[in-house]
């Protein structure tokens, strides 16, 4: 392991995005159960958004949070493997400020840009 950072940032982060899931899958099930029961043709609605657009916003949500699950998950296995803190492209170490700010960084700074 190439730098010492605690893990905990990373169980936070991971209860935090579980937590996510969790509440944007009941959101995503309460619009499709709304939607079943209204007969509203909601493509033609004048009054702003559809149910399928709200669907699609949340659906985009959730996929951005499961994948975060999955960073998080790579960074714990990397912690496991000894190679959390080193950057995946060039091999250096990550700058304990970004792993601070960023727990599942895989890059350092330079190249992320």
Known sequence: MCCVVSVDPLGAERVAALAQIEALTRQFDEIVAAS????????????????AF?????????DQARRRLADVDAAVAAVEGGTYGRCETCGRAIAPERLAAR?????CIDCAR
Do not use: F, K
């Open 36 to 51: 079943r029961s209204s007969n509203a043709d909601d493509e033609h609605d004048p009054e702003g958004a559809t149910i």
């Open 103 to 107: 727990p599942t960084a895989r890059t």
């Open 54 to 62: 709200e669907r699609q916003q949340v659906a985009a949500l959730l």
